[in-house]
């Protein structure tokens, strides 16, 4: 894991030159951290990407300037078909924390978002807290089916 986060931080101390290797689009981008591929997730690249190679497990986020895995520290999940997330509980953050005219998260926002991502041991406690957690079955970001990759974006709170 140390090494993993090492390089995560070097790819933080380059991230003012990323571009999707698609489409060379500059915003929500994530980088496959098994090929080093830049995706973005607005235009669907990332979710093409994910599907083509389904071997293919780890992302850093660059909104989030971290690599996405379970929020819990000592948890050692970065397998983004293994995490999930809470839909409701994060728009209750967007309407929260997210400015509207600057087009900006809150420093206390982004927090929530990087801590709301949780491997499916440590998401028990939300599904006891939340009435709303994974009402629809909807809480893997890639759901184990595959019918996550139909959407176009695989999370726009991310990425």
Partial sequence: MHALYRRCKQIGANANHAQCHT???STNLAMCLDCSGIFCDSAGHLNG???AHQSHQQLYSYKLQRLVKCSK???NVTDIRELLICQHCLSRAFDKFYNMYKATWSGAGLKLV???VCCNEHFMWHRMNCPNADVDGSAYLISKDG???KRTQ???FLF
Avoid: A, P
Wanted: hydrophobic share 15%.
């Fill in 23 to 25: 489409c060379r689009c």
């Fill in 49 to 51: 990407h994910m599907d």
């Fill in 73 to 75: 520290s000592t948890c």
């Fill in 114 to 116: 990087c801590n709301s």
């Fill in 147 to 149: 019918s996550t990759l």
């Fill in 154 to 156: 695989l999370s726009e």
